[in-house]
Structures are given as structure tokens and as C-alpha cells.
């Protein structure tokens, strides 16, 4: 479980890190708010697009090959940023470490489902869950600690050492692990797909809320007169929160014998309310609103692959590569939709916008959930 939330926070700590240092890039590399939110999403359409291929080739490698090849692609890519002379060089590695998340997530997905019993699998993919939040929180940290110290190059070095400490103790499951254990429900794969993909764009609707709140949280704050320190560790308070709610989640979710997705839709909910928030340009506000919305649109992911997982069983690395590329996709379309409405209406328009597609995003898990109650796996 370690082994997999570091390989998932190395993957994305470069998407995460380019929205923390914001000010600082745009700065020095010369683009805009256009610039920033194409950047970002970038990462995600590497991802959305590798996403189906590298979810079965996870399931054919094993967990822990398919967790240092993408380790690998973290450091490369990581240190092309490091060194990017332009936006272009930026946005072409950030491509790279998108592919390197869409290996590195079926794989920790797979390693969880073979190795950690039903009864303690909420609580697992809870805190493995975590490190999306916590590579955003640690990218919030960098912004006082590194980007306006010693320079923003230096962050993403950092990034490629610890990659390559992934790789070093990364260490096949044992071989006892492979086969699926019994007990863990007979369903056959992907079954259900009409609900199934209510349930995908739910998740993609969600992802897009969160992914243009880390990424424009910390320009938003400064412009509202915060300073650049402040913002950074705001989005990183912001983030641990946002990991406090997927762990104390996923331990609901060990107790709860049914309505896991309803609990999804209810988080993504409330995380509307913060989006919403981020619209008044005063510092409480923004203060308030980033931590309400990412423990929503952003908590809610640990009981959603859990509930998932849980009904298909039998092919964790499929699943992954089937659902995962709708959540990318909507965190492709989340920071290029928040710069354009940006750029052309205003921030407070974009974050009621960014806000609307969360309330959708709850509405969208509850009726996904009722098609999908039916289809609960049956005890072996």
C-alpha cells in the first residue's frame, strides 16, 4: 500500500506542483492563465489517453513491474521539466508524467485488491487514496519552502529523487498474492456498463471541480490579496484535509454494508458549496473555499474506487483503465474551462461555473448508484 501511494504521488506531483508554482512559472517561462490551464491538462489527456492500454498491460505485468516503469517515466520526466527553457518543453513532459500516473494507478489498484482482505478494503484504498491530496499538499509546501527560496527548477529535481527511491524499494508482492482470493464476490467483469458510465461521468464531472481548484486556487488567492506563501500553504491545509476525509471515509466504509456511492455523491456535493465560496474575492472566502472543496470534489475518491473494486473483484487493473480515463478527461476539460471563462468573463463566473459541475457531479453518482445497488457482489 505504501509502495503504491508513493509511486501515485510521484506521477502526479508535476501536474501538482506546476499549479503551486503558478506564479513563479508563468513568471519566468512567459504565458498566461490560457498557458497554465492547457499546461495542467496536458498531464491529464497523457493519462486519459494511455489509460485503457496501460490499465490491461498492468494486469499482464503485475503490480510491482508496471509500478517501476512508471516510476521511471516520473524521473525522466520530472527532470525535463526541471530543465524546460518554454512553455512547449513544459507542456511535453507534463504529456509524459500523465502516462506515468495512468500505469502507476491500475497497478496500486491491483496490488490493494489481491493482497488486503474485503473487511479492511475501504480502509486501504482510503489511505492509498490519499496520495492525491497529499502530492498537492506537498506542492503547496514547495511554494514557501522551494519556489520562492531557492527557485522552482529545484522542486521538480526533487520529484525525480524520489522516483528513483521508488524504484529501488519497490519489491514483488508474494506469489501467493496473484490469484484472487475467495470471498471477494463473483460478478463478472464490467458488467452493468450503461450504470457504469453514469457513474464515470459523475466521476469525471468531479475531477474536473477539484483539478480547476488545485490548479488556479493559489493565483485566485494571491489576486485576492494573499500573499503567494500564504496561498501555498493554504492549498497544502486544503489537501490534508482532503486526505483526513478520504481515511476517515474509507474506515465508514468498511461498516457500511451498502450506499458507498451515495456517500461519493453526497461529499461532491458539499464540495460545490466551497467551489462556490472561491467566487468572492476576499480572503476568508478563498480561505474557506478551497478547504471545503477539496475535502468534497477530492474526498470523495477513496469510498469511489473502494465501491468499485468491491463489485468488480475479478479485474481491478481493467476496471481502472475503463473508469479512470472519464475522471482525466474531466480533469483535462477542468483547468482549460476555468482559464477560458477566466480569461474572458472573470474568476468569480469561473468558480460558480467550476461549482454547477460539482452539483451536477453528485446528482449524476446518486442515480448511478441506484442502477449499481443491484449489482452488489454475493459472498462466496
Not at 475501504?122 to 490519499?130: H, I, N, V, Y
Not at 528513483?164 to 514483488?172: E, H
Not at 496561498?231 to 486544503?238: N, V
Not at 467551489?275 to 473555499?289: D, I, K, R, S
Request: hydrophobic share 55%; glycine share 12%.
Amino acid at each position: 500500500m505504501a509502495i503504491g501511494a508513493a509511486a501515485t504521488v510521484v506521477t502526479l506531483l508535476p501536474m501538482f506542483l506546476t499549479g503551486a508554482l503558478a506564479v513563479q512559472l508563468t513568471e519566468e517561462l512567459a504565458f498566461g492563465a490560457v498557458g497554465l490551464g492547457v499546461a495542467v491538462a496536458l498531464h491529464r489527456a497523457g493519462a486519459a489517453a494511455t489509460a485503457p492500454f496501460l490499465g490491461r498491460l498492468s494486469d499482464h505485468l503485475g503490480a510491482a513491474r508496471s509500478i517501476r516503469i512508471a516510476s521511471v517515466a516520473a524521473v525522466v520526466s520530472s527532470l525535463g521539466i526541471a530543465v524546460a527553457p518554454g512553455w512547449a518543453a513544459l507542456a511535453g513532459w507534463l504529456t509524459v508524467a500523465g502516462a506515468s500516473n495512468a500505469l502507476a494507478q491500475p497497478a496500486a489498484n491491483r496490488l490493494l485488491s489481491n493482497l488486503v482482505p474485503l473487511g479492511r478494503l475501504g480502509t486501504a484504498f482510503g489511505l492509498k487514496q490519499s496520495a492525491p491530496p497529499i502530492a498537492a499538499l506537498l506542492a503547496g509546501v514547495s511554494v514557501p519552502l522551494i519556489g520562492v527560496t531557492v527557485g522552482w527548477r529545484w522542486a521538480y529535481v526533487l520529484v525525480a529523487v524520489a522516483s528513483l527511491a521508488v524504484i529501488f524499494t519497490t519489491r514483488p508482492p508474494p506469489s501467493r498474492a496473484a490469484p484472487r482470493r475467495s470471498g471477494r464476490g463473483t460478478m463478472p467483469p464490467l458488467t452493468g456498463r450503461r450504470q457504469l458510465l453514469v457513474v464515470t461521468i459523475a466521476y469525471a464531472f468531479g475531477n474536473l471541480s477539484n483539478s480547476a481548484a488545485t490548479t488556479f486556487y493559489v493565483d485566485s488567492a494571491v489576486r485576492a490579496g494573499s500573499s503567494p506563501a500564504f496561498a501555498g500553504t493554504m492549498l497544502a491545509i486544503a489537501s490534508l484535509t482532503a486526505v483526513g476525509v478520504r481515511i476517515v471515509s474509507g474506515v465508514v466504509s468498511d461498516r457500511m454494508v451498502s450506499g458507498h456511492l451515495r456517500l461519493c455523491a453526497v461529499l461532491l456535493l458539499a464540495g460545490a458549496t466551497g467551489c462556490v465560496g472561491l467566487a468572492h474575492p476576499a480572503t476568508w472566502t478563498t480561505t474557506a473555499g478551497i478547504v471545503v472543496a477539496l475535502a468534497g470534489t477530492w474526498g470523495f475518491q477513496g469510498v469511489f474506487w473502494y465501491a468499485l473494486v468491491r463489485l468488480y473483484p475479478d479485474s481491478p487493473g481493467r476496471l481502472t483503465g475503463a473508469v479512470f480515463p472519464g475522471g482525466l478527461i474531466g480533469g483535462t476539460l477542468g483547468p482549460s474551462l476555468f482559464g477560458l471563462i477566466a480569461d474572458t468573463q472573470g474568476r468569480a463566473p469561473a468558480w460558480v461555473a467550476i461549482g454547477l459541475v460539482a452539483v451536477i457531479a453528485g446528482v449524476l453518482m446518486f442515480a448511478g448508484a441506484r442502477g449499481l445497488a443491484s449489482r452488489r457482489p454475493t459472498a462466496a
